[in-house]
């Protein structure tokens, strides 16, 4: 076989696994999408559903979304990032199997097992079920988000040592000398290796610390004697979850990067600020999530205040880097619009418009008032479902080629906009009328939200399945064709 | 209430954003025969918006960190002044002693747990939470709030905790001078 024969056998089994992790990422969504719809229409009375199952079924979304929001982001990147440094398709593949293997135990877990202690597993009410789920349901689940933690461990590790071999370092794959204006910016990274860099570095950390808590969760399971102090598990779940679901949108839009100047004809810009954005993203990634602790009154108060103050910190390289990069390279640059432009212009606009609640949540002051309400939800759901999943299903219809202007795809595009936007708006109106989050029964005058709040799903489920389908369809063909951008 | 003010304001950003995002989606099929000028103006523009995000940021900051819940950012009470109650959860019910208060009083709930962690969350008579604070096994966290009305007040757990975490309420009453 000649080297080309080769290469090109390899540029085939990569470009399926990129597709198998899109279909596999297709109908998760659109079973967790469906999960959630129907705890919407339990909340607003149009169906009854026992609160054993609504928590049950609340559990299976939190955890299914946050995992293919992983998996899916997780394509994006190592698609692209592959373009740029040697990394290994079968680890990619093993990630791919080891997140089925976590899905199937999760899944059994909260179907078989009953287990419903939130995606969150809050230490340590995995072990007081209230008699509703078993020890073995509660380690069934925490194995499963092992076995998928260790997938993530797995291609992180791998990107990295590909990053490394490159550029001779992490910092050099981040762009840390083009930050500071110490090396040529001409002579940086490119967005996709600057972005896996981040991704790699941060969900490392990560994944480290939520499996310490997974085994120590896992201890106490099985030997209640073997307690630990509350407020430590809570910080480091909350470092893990806050920095893998972050993660999750700095893979994906590699999306918005990659993609818009295919259409636009426009390079993505890299200078300065793209990198420096980048590196005060990493440090502030890790640094931001006490603000998920703000009402832990025991928490030292200098960490709670660093939260608010990174958090609004936080907003600035998404709304003056990337929002502002999306916007100055379409603006006027004669694109014609198609489903995957739309998809990831959408998706840039939605990660930026939702950091505005988020940031707001993230102030002490206002935390104390909107804290666990539907107004969390509603700010994590603007820039996953109309950001992060966005800019997915635009690279989802750019690599399966259904980004027609035809057909029915802008339907689609238009039903998950819309819908979309009904949807986390009417989250956020109940958040500021204090309807809490995670109720499996509402009050009467919390239900016009939940029925405005269900339309927008509706339309939304609607919307994703059309382009979900799509992609599914035209599966055999775009697996032989050739990538356009490569 | 402040809950109005951050929905406001959300609403007037979040929708000045979106309506950015669609002006230039819109006017993205007309092209520019030279970029350059208008690029360099974009990115002087930027420079203005940068310099006026960090003012918003500064400002915020310093107007709403002066604001903290923490009891050691309080301003000291004399202990006359300070009425103390235990609110202690459990699955999945809240025990608040005592829970009868009068208008202008100041109650220092002690809030703590027997089990797993709940929220506990404090909504005046018109259903919207006016403070809270989470409710953590092995810790005891201290919320301090002046009643301002009189009516009943509902506690409501604000972390989930299982199966009845919805049913997890009790009431304080209020009554007036």
Redesign the interface.
């Known amino acids: 076989m000649t080297v080309q024969a080769v290469a090109a056998r390899n540029e085939i089994g990569a470009r399926g696994a990129v597709l198998t992790y899109l279909a596999v990422c297709g109908i998760v969504l659109l079973l967790m999408m469906l999960f959630g719809l129907t705890m919407r229409l339990d909340q607003a009375q149009w169906i009854s559903l026992d ?2 199952v609504f ?1 049950m079924l609340m559990t299976m979304h939190g955890a299914g979304m946050v995992g293919i929001a992983g998996l899916s982001g997780a394509a994006v990147m190592w698609h692209f990032v592959r373009r740029h440094v040697p990394v290994s398709t079968g680890v990619f593949l093993a990630n791919l199997v080891l997140f089925l293997l976590g899905a199937v135990l999760i899944l059994g877990a909260g179907f078989i097992g009953k287990f ?3 995606w969150t597993f ?1 230490y ?2 995995p072990a ?3 008699d ?1 789920w078993s020890v073995n349901a509660a380690a069934a689940y925490l194995v499963g988000l092992l076995l998928i933690g260790v997938g993530f461990l797995l291609l992180h590790l791998d990107i990295a040592r590909g990053i490394i071999s490159v550029y001779g370092g992490l910092g050099a794959g981040l762009g840390v000398r083009q930050a500071f204006g110490l090396a040529r910016e001409a002579d940086g990274p490119p967005p996709a290796v600057a972005a896996s860099t981040m991704a790699a570095i941060v969900n490392i950390l990560g994944i480290l610390f939520g499996a310490a808590v997974l085994v120590i969760s896992l201890v106490n399971l099985y030997e209640p004697s073997f307690a630990f ?3 430590a598990a ?1 910080n480091l779940i909350y470092f893990f979850g806050h920095v893998f679901i972050n993660a999750t949108i700095y893979m994906a839009v590699i999306a918005v990067y990659e993609i818009l100047p295919v259409y ?1 004809h ?1 390079a993505w ?1 890299t200078n300065r ?1 793209f990198y420096f954005a980048w590196v005060l993203s990493t440090l502030m990634v890790l640094s931001v999530y006490p603000h998920h602790l703000l ?4 928490m030292p ?1 200098w960490a ?2 660093l939260g ?2 990174v958090s ?2 936080s ?2 390289p998404v ?2 880097v990337t ?2 990069g999306a ?2 390279n ?8 198609n489903v995957a432009a ?1 998809l990831v ?1 959408v998706g ?2 939605g990660w ?2 939702g950091v ?2 988020a940031i ?1 949540d993230g ?4 935390n ?6 539907q107004w969390v939800p509603g700010h994590f759901h603007t820039y996953l479902l109309l950001g992060a999943i966005a800019m997915v299903l635009g690279f989802m219809t750019y690599i399966g080629g259904t980004e027609s202007e035809f057909g029915l795809g802008p339907v689609g595009f238009w039903l998950y906009l819309v819908g979309g936007a009904i949807f986390v708006l009417a989250f ?2 109940a ?4 309807v ?1 989050r ?4 509402h ?1 009467p ?1 919390w239900l016009p939200y939940d029925r405005v709040g269900s339309i927008g799903a509706v339309l939304a489920f609607a919307g994703a399945l059309l382009l979900v389908v799509q992609f599914l369809a035209r599966l055999g063909t775009a697996w032989h064709a050739r990538d356009e951008a490569s | ?4 003010v ?2 406001g ?2 609403i007037v ?2 929708g000045a ?2 309506l ?2 669609a002006w ?2 819109a ?6 025969a030279d ?1 350059r000028p ?2 360099a103006s ?1 990115y002087r523009l ?1 420079h203005w ?2 310099a006026l ?1 960090l003012l918003v ?1 500064i400002g ?2 310093w107007r ?2 002066g ?7 309080l301003a000291p009470l004399p202990a006359a002044e300070i009425h103390p109650a235990d609110a202690v959860g459990e ?2 019910a809240w025990t608040v002693t005592p829970n009868k208060f009068v208008v202008g009083q100041t109650a220092e709930f002690r809030v703590t747990t027997k ?3 709940h ?1 506990f ?1 404090l ?1 005046d008579p018109s ?8 409710a ?4 005891t ?3 301090r709030y002046t009643f301002i009305e009189p009516g009943v007040y509902r506690v ?12 997890m309420k009790t009431e304080i009453t209020v009554t007036a001078q």
Not at chain 2, 127 to 134: H, K
């Open positions: 609160p054993a928590y419903a202690a939130a809050l340590p009410l007081h079920s209230g509703v102090n509350a407020l809570k636009s426009r810009r600020a009402m832990d009154f025991a108060t709670l205040i608010q103050i609004w910190l907003g600035l709304l003056l929002a502002f916007l100055t379409v603006y006027r640059s004669g694109l014609r619009w739309g212009f840039a606009a930026a418009i505005i609640p707001l102030t002490i002051a206002i104390s008032v909107m804290h666990n309400t956020l109106a958040g500021s009328a204090s809490p995670r109720y499996a029964v009050l005058a | 209430m402040i809950q109005d951050v929905w304001g959300s950003l979040m954003l979106a950015v995002f230039v989606a006017g993205a099929d007309m092209a520019l970029y208008a690029i974009a930027r918006l940068f995000a940021l915020a900051n709403t960190l604001e903290l819940p923490y009891l050691s950012s699955q999945w089990d797993v962690n929220g969350g909504y259903m919207r939470i006016v403070a809270q604070t989470q953590m096994p092995g810790y966290n201290v919320l409501l757990c604000l972390e989930y905790c299982g199966l009845a975490h919805h049913d």
